[in-house]
């Protein structure tokens, strides 16, 4: 198995999707042995796209554009840890996106409409909240998975911790209840097997 950590989350050591990605990326090296690439987009963020960047007019960024997209589709898995900023995601997880979401290689437009080429993947996504959100305030999860979606993967599971900034209880508690929903997964995946 090859699997595809991303990080980009801005709080380092003390982020909840950080602690919750490399506890998704253990329970998927405890199921099967695996090579493990990581990207943090924190410490090393993927410019965002510009005019020049769709003309490739910089050969060093169409080249490491290209590492980009080859390193996301040789993953058979990828963890994303996606904190809830302003009710979207990272604009540094957006730019990684950007440079994911590539015409001809990871999707296309047919006749009857866009087709993904990425899959078959799995997408695990470590997803942290200040608060409690419903359907009305939630375009973190929805963009997400339409994302994934229209790239072809519809294999896409969130583990969720909300309300991690309400007090440091609700940080416990949600950070916990994260974890009990990862070794759930773990052992509903292995009784599977």
């Known amino acids: 198995m090859k699997l595809l950590h991303i990080d980009s989350s801005a709080l380092g050591p003390n982020s909840v999707t950080r602690e919750l990605g490399a506890a998704i990326v253990a329970q998927c090296l405890a199921q099967q042995d695996g090579l493990v690439e990581y990207r943090d987009l924190d410490q090393e963020p993927v410019p965002h796209l510009t005019g020049a960047s769709l003309a490739k007019a910089d050969p060093g960024e169409a080249e490491a554009a290209e590492r980009i997209l080859q390193q996301f589709l040789d ?3 990828v963890v994303v840890g ?6 979207g995601i990272p604009s540094t997880l957006k730019a990684w996106i950007d440079r994911i979401a590539v015409a001809g290689r990871t999707f296309r437009y047919t006749a009857e409409g866009p087709e993904g080429l990425a899959g078959p993947k799995k997408v695990i996504v470590a997803s942290a909240r200040g ?3 419903g359907v009305a305030t939630d375009f973190q999860e929805p963009y997400l998975r339409q ?3 229209f790239l072809g993967i519809d294999d896409v599971e969130f583990v969720r ?3 991690v900034g309400l007090s440091p209880q609700h940080r416990a508690e949600a950070i916990a209840a994260a974890h009990a ?3 759930a997964q773990d052992a509903a995946q292995r009784q599977a097997a």
């Not at 996606?82 to 009710?87: E, H």
């Open 82 to 87: 996606a904190p809830m900023y302003n009710f």
């Open 75 to 77: 993953a058979d898995v």
């Open 181 to 183: 929903g990862i070794a």
């Open 131 to 133: 608060s409690v959100h």
């Open 161 to 163: 911790a909300e309300g």
């Open 147 to 149: 994302v994934f979606a």
